[in-house]
Nanobody, 122 residues
């Protein structure tokens, strides 16, 4: 099982960035996929999660109204559209999969991808 995250980079405050995560090796039919982030010296924190069919989405308060999570047509791909970026959004962003609920804690997700770095300059 592999989760491949991409799309990170440098963006100015107020700008936008779109992260992608493609899962391969198995289907995550029926399971929740999500995004977490980890800034230097801080614990990994929840960003957003989405159900298999995309009907339900869950956001951390810190990103609500600015970030949008979505699933691709094949459903094994998720995206995170980051708008109105802030310097405090700077972190390594990780995609996760396999949860049975819209969870905001890392240990609910058995599968993880490598991080993609996002830097928001002020």
């Amino acid at each position: 099982v592999q989760l491949q995250a991409s799309g990170g980079g440098l963006v100015q405050a107020g700008g936008s960035l779109r992260l992608s995560c493609a899962a391969s090796g198995r289907t995550f039919c029926g399971s929740v996929m999500g995004w977490f982030r980890q800034a230097p010296g801080k614990e990994r924190e929840f960003v957003s999660a989405i159900t298999w069919g995309g009907q339900a989405r869950y956001y951390a308060d810190s990103v609500k109204g600015r970030f949008t999570i979505s699933r691709g047509y094949a459903n094994n791909t998720i995206y995170l559209q980051m708008n109105s970026a802030k310097p405090e959004d700077t972190a390594d962003y990780y995609c996760a999969a396999g949860s049975t609920v819209l969870a905001d804690v890392p240990n609910e997700y058995p599968y993880w991808g490598q991080g993609t770095q996002v830097t928001v300059s002020s």
